[in-house]
């Protein structure tokens, strides 16, 4: 078939290398606990391979119709999880559809950088209309999921929101302005924080004045990281990890069990995929034939960086602990299956730029 020969196999290779290391590393995380949960991340990953596959035969203006309704649905559900939701470890984020458990935030990131790349398509960030507008819509979800409270979404939500409004055309220094003013508020923000959300960063700062508290974590892990050495002690052999000395070792602190288990060669290939992904999705950014679909792939491609980045280094001790999963590798499947569907968007993004020129105008936005 025609868009078989125009798939982008470098990047499809990226993303089914990273499907095998992270069920992989799920198995060994949770082979002496609940097995369910690594049959139901191959549910999962069938699912959201299935709605990649689907977006590859979707054109991109037919789409681009869609995100306006998707991004209100996103936001209603947002609405709705603090009268409904359900509470998971302390937090009420998911809503309970009957068959599956959904967690609003994780549509409405890739539902905001939908509409902003459809809403930047055709202005520049620089018009203050234009800048005030995708400000609101970032703003609105970001309020919503910080009050659920998840701090580690909102973070990403808002980072990506920030790149994209780059990418159409702010000045940098305005992210510097934003920069300065985020530091200045700081101590008020201190002042709205949780108290778990205020020991985290105490935390973080001295791991060792609670090491069987708040700081069991972090130290847990960076055990388990550094005790991996260059090859790792073997599959299934990790110590930490069998022993349950990782806390979420299924999740959050998945990393930790394939550095255990794998070592630096595991690592070192883990981050050999999500090097080649990203570059891959920044590629087809500038080849994009579209500013329209220029944008998707930069908010894609910041999503995942600020995901990968933050995750690897909370669990190594350099970032504070917020949550935040490891993209591919982490069980969820509210956040596998969004995240295969942006990828559907990035491959559907290369199959219409093959042979193309590069967009020049944002006039030719969604051609």
Known sequence: MKVLR????????????????GLITLYAAVHQGDIGLWQRQVIFWLIGL????????????????????????????LLLVP??????????????LGIVHLQPSELMKWALMFVLANWFATREANQTAHLFTALILAVLPAGLIILQPDLGTTMVLLFAATAMVIAAGLPWRWFGYAVAAA?????????????????????????QSDPLGAGYHVIQSTIA???????????????????????EQHTDFIFSVLAEEGGFIAVGL?????????TRIIMIAGRAHSRFASLICIGVASIFMLYITVNIGMVSGLLPV??????FISYG?????????????VMRVAIESQGRIAWQRPGSALV
């Open 6 to 21: 125009q798939l982008d196999w470098l990047l499809l290779a990226s993303l089914l290398g990273l499907a095998a290391i």
């Open 50 to 77: 299935a709605v990649f596959a689907g977006l590859c035969f979707i054109p991109l203006r037919v789409l681009g119709l869609v995100c306006w309704p998707v991004y209100v649905l996103a936001l209603l559900m």
């Open 83 to 96: 009268f409904v939701g359900d509470v998971q470890m302390g937090a009420r984020r998911w809503l309970n």
């Open 183 to 207: 530091l200045a508020a700081a101590p008020l923000l201190w002042h709205f924080m949780h108290a778990y959300q205020k020991q985290r960063v105490m935390t973080f700062l001295d791991p």
């Open 225 to 247: 990281i550094g005790s991996g050495g260059l090859f790792g002690k073997g599959f299934l052999q990790g110590t930490q990890a069998r022993l349950h000395f990782l806390p």
């Open 270 to 278: 883990l981050l050999f995929l999500y090097g080649t992904l990203i």
């Open 322 to 327: 917020v949550g935040v999963p490891l993209p």
């Open 333 to 345: 499947g509210s956040a596998l299956v969004t995240m295969l569907a942006a990828m559907g968007l």
